[in-house]
T-cell receptor, first 111, second 113 residues
Framework: ETGVTQSPTHLIKTRGQQVTLRCSSQSGHNTVSWYQQALGQGPQFIFQYYREEENGRGNFPPRFSGLQFPNYSSELNVNALELDDSALYLC??????????FGPGTRLLVL | AQSVTQLDSQVPVFEEAPVELRCNYSSSVSVYLFWYVQYPNQGLQLLLKYLSGSTLVKGINGFEAEFNKSQTSFHLRKPSVHISDTAEYFCAVIDFGNEKLTFGTGTRLTIIP
């Protein structure tokens, strides 16, 4: 059974640029959630996708957007990057309503 | 709204000594509770979870946690720690019918040889 995978592992961008992060969910899972973990903090919920629809959103501005594809993989897009967007971005997959399993994360540095 | 408090940001413990990491939660509805571990430069790994049933939950790597509804607590324990337990530990809660995990700020467990 393949676990949750994320790409890329690391990324460096400059302020104002746009970034796309990718997540492949665990086999059999139909829900993907995205979290932002700033240095020294716990993960914060960005949003969740279930069957290609957004299913809940945290306190993040609209420049954070996402997609879920028919194979349940997902993308997180961030436009107009700000310095404070530097963080570890975690993807978690689950079967709806059940335990979330996390990927290794993508570390984003905005200069 | 749900919230999680991990009172101890850092806990140093001698190797082979017992440890307890504290977690208190706040929610107006019934919840599911989780402990995740994060090793340096890695993602989160599920240690254990409480969904229903027995209030004492056993997880991986010899960890266990006890759900106490009256105290709204879900403390994590291990009777004898090892150097390899050095990591950041996060308590998390999810409301019934909700899909959003709310995490505490984490406890850094440092094992002293």
């Amino acid at each position: 059974e393949t676990g949750v995978t994320q790409s890329p592992t690391h990324l460096i961008k400059t302020r104002g640029q746009q970034v796309t992060l990718r997540c492949s969910s665990q086999s059999g899972h139909n829900t993907v959630s995205w979290y932002q973990q700033a240095l020294g903090q716990g993960p914060q919920f960005i949003f969740q996708y279930y069957r290609e629809e957004e299913n809940g959103r945290g306190n993040f501005p609209p420049r954070f957007s996402g997609l879920q594809f028919p194979n349940y993989s997902s993308e997180l897009n961030v436009n107009a990057l700000e310095l404070d967007d530097s963080a570890l971005y975690l993807c978690a997959s689950s079967f709806r309503g059940e335990t979330q399993y996390f990927g290794p994360g993508t570390r984003l540095l905005v200069l | 709204a749900q919230s999680v408090t991990q009172l101890d940001s850092q806990v140093p413990v001698f190797e082979e000594a017992p440890v307890e990491l504290r977690c208190n939660y706040s929610s107006s509805v019934s919840v599911y509770l989780f402990w995740y571990v994060q090793y340096p430069n890695q993602g989160l790994q599920l240690l254990l979870k409480y969904l229903s049933g027995s209030t004492l939950v056993k997880g991986i790597n010899g960890f266990e946690a006890e759900f106490n509804k009256s105290q709204t607590s879900f403390h994590l324990r291990k009777p004898s720690v090892h150097i390899s337990d050095t990591a950041e530990y996060f308590c998390a809660v999810i409301d019934f019918g909700n899909e959003k995990l709310t995490f505490g700020t984490g406890t850094r467990l440092t094992i002293i040889p």
